[in-house]
DNA sequence: CGGTTTTGACATACTAGTATCTTAGTGTAT
DNA sequence: ATACACTAAGATACTAGTATGTCAAAACCG
């Protein structure tokens, strides 16, 4: 029974090309049919939706989405250049494994740049901007409840880049949602604890507190046991899941 | 005059798919048209021989190459990821201009990154890495004193790129090349002046010192420096590429 | 004559089909 | 029985052509 237009993208109803006039050079956001296919299969794949070493045909693919071949081919190069599927050449394309190998190294930069965008958030922020994380703070509260783990992990990011984004750092988070990429990937593999959940929420609001109070060193600090904490034990993981990493 | 068939593509010359079939699960390397046409566009960039504004036709890219479409659209995607192009959908693709307002951000980002890889190069380095650094150091004082530009600037990336590689992170160095991307083409600018060059030859040598006596401070110190100084004057810059810039 | 509308050339986004490479499976010879 | 060569199926990489949106210049109207 397998449902294959369910993903399709209605015909026309994408409005691609949005009006990239104004004034004099504006840098463009492209919306096309190759980016809707990107981020759906970004989102699954992150997701643990779409298991390490599943099969993703062209073919396949461009039934399901009802689209050509050039648009799911760009997606997958995308995809490919993030690390998400591997690409054997005029052999076949799969969802990449989470290297287990690289996520000790992703682990130490995502430190480096987490302190960096941090130390410059706790010394700046404005009260707007504490009114921001509290906000974000909330919605990850409330998700936790409804125990709603793809929102809860993005309301997770969304905290982190705010911080990033407060800093006045846009590429460093850029870069953090590059890195942490296969880090995610891994920790979806961790059951739904609720009290794992509320736990990395009590770290926020520690975070969230030592801003407040422009405190650059309790701010490092708590940022830094926050993400030595976060890291899933990987051990574990590998021993449950053996075929999802290499 | 125009020379249109002088980048192109030797037909069947490239052995694309490279035997990626051995043991059980080989990381591919695709060796594509697309690939090709990407490297070279990319360093024509980097290095100022294609002026940002510069148009970029993907039907004269097709003459030029000698191949379709296809592969020259995937290259042109990917450089509009690395910021070094801007497409406007359906209206035109051009090189981008200099982003200078990112370049403060780009700076940061890359002490940070440069500081955690000299950190641990400086801790683990054994006297066969030196001996490694000692032969990039040698190249690069080499090409100053042919004054190739192009050449000096990629065996600085290569200093660079070893100490990521000794401290075993493989990845902060990929970071670090797509961070600094848009200094690098500002550096390019910067008339080839004899002193400036064996300057920072002298630099490299002060930090090789260091991490040969496992003086982790001072490495870390002489890195800094480094990047402070390597920065240009953008102010000036600007004013005498007035375009160049956004 | 100024401002608005229209129109058409043009560049990218997409569709469709062909070529080439990989790879597993089969058969044969050693 | 094992190793090698051949063959054929299947998947990506590329070629070629169509569709669609953009932008600017010309035409038109007030």
Do not use: C
């Amino acid at each position: 029974m397998e449902r294959q237009g369910e993903h399709e993208i209605a015909e026309g109803s994408a409005p691609r090309g949005r009006s990239a006039k104004s004034g004099h050079r504006p840098p463009q956001r492209r919306v096309t049919t190759a980016t809707v296919i990107y981020d759906e299969l970004y989102e699954a794949i992150v997701n643990m939706h779409l298991a390490p070493g599943t099969p993703l045909q062209e073919k396949a693919l461009t039934q399901q989405f009802g689209v050509s071949k050039t648009p799911v081919r760009e997606a997958l190069i995308r995809l490919s250049e993030d690390g998400l599927v591997d690409i054997f050449p005029q052999s076949g394309t799969f969802v990449s494994h989470v290297p287990l190998s690289a996520i000790p190294e992703a682990q130490v930069i995502r430190l480096a740049l987490e302190d960096t965008a941090i130390k410059r958030t706790a010394e700046i922020a404005t009260v707007a901007d504490i009114a921001q994380l509290d906000a974000k703070l909330a919605s990850q509260r409330m998700l936790a409840d409804i125990g709603d783990m793809d929102a809860f992990h993005a309301a997770d990011e969304a905290f982190h880049e705010a911080i990033a984004l407060i800093a006045g750092y846009p590429s460093i988070w850029k870069l953090l949602r590059q890195v942490k990429v296969q880090i995610n990937r891994a920790r979806r593999l961790t059951l739904p604890v609720a009290g794992r959940m509320h736990q990395v929420i009590g770290e926020h609001e520690i975070i969230r507190e030592a801003i407040a109070r422009h405190d650059v060193e309790a701010a490092r600090e708590a940022m830094q046991s926050h993400l030595n904490v976060v890291i899933p034990d990987l051990a574990r993981l590998r021993v449950a899941h053996p075929d999802y990493f290499v």
